[in-house]
């Protein structure tokens, strides 16, 4: 796998929260097989390889790879507005992040007793995604930068539906962290968004 495609991976994870965010915002729910694969990529600590961090494959990042797919492509016909501006707003968010080492030591320090949770409920446990949208809630969302979800109040008023979106963004700045580590940056989805492209196309079909 080339340097590219590993970021790719990383990207399609950003983009996969930021679908997940809009699809539980809208409808009130999202396949929890997806769900799963998000809040399981927190936990991995040191991963082999990037698709380790998503369960060892990209099955579960396809829709990601779409939203990614038509932001670069910017067909107005296909560009999935909401998750594009959510996927951009993590980016930001993990800048801010990335300065604020208390806060990352925190994060740090609330994820293995996530890991024990996880251990005894299962990863899509509710009393998990209550612990991890907790963790955003204590830490990223009291950043200067909000991210605003927009979607039908019935659903974003129901406390699972709210800590589950919390817990997709938390993943979402995971990756997006993972992302940077791997040599990504934002000028790329500009400059290089043609060779980005013509990689991401056939990780699309599998």
């Given at each position: ?16 929260a930021a ?148 817990a997709l ?38």
């Open positions: 796998m080339n340097p590219i495609q590993e970021q790719l991976i990383a990207l399609g994870g950003v983009f996969q679908v997940l965010v809009d699809r539980i915002a809208k409808t009130g729910t999202a396949a929890e097989a997806d769900v799963g694969c998000m809040l399981g990529s927190l936990l991995i600590v040191d991963p082999q390889d990037t698709l380790q961090v998503f369960g060892g494959n990209d099955l579960f990042l396809r829709d990601g790879y779409g939203a990614l797919a038509s932001a670069l492509e910017r067909d107005p016909g296909s560009l999935q507005r909401e998750p594009l501006r959510y996927a951009l707003s993590m980016l930001g968010l993990e800048r801010q992040l990335a300065k604020r080492g208390e806060m990352l030591e925190l994060i740090g320090k609330r994820l293995p007793q996530i890991q024990n949770q996880v251990e005894h409920f299962g990863l899509t446990h509710e009393n998990v995604i209550a612990a991890s949208g907790a963790l955003y809630q204590d830490t990223l969302s009291t950043l200067r930068q909000r991210i605003q979800v927009h979607g039908d109040t019935r659903h974003l008023q129901q406390p699972n539906n709210a800590s589950k979106i919390r963004l938390l993943a979402g700045i995971r990756s997006a962290r993972l992302w940077r580590q791997l040599g990504g940056h934002r000028w790329q989805l500009v400059i290089s968004r043609r060779k980005l492209l013509r990689e991401l196309y056939p990780m699309m079909r599998g």
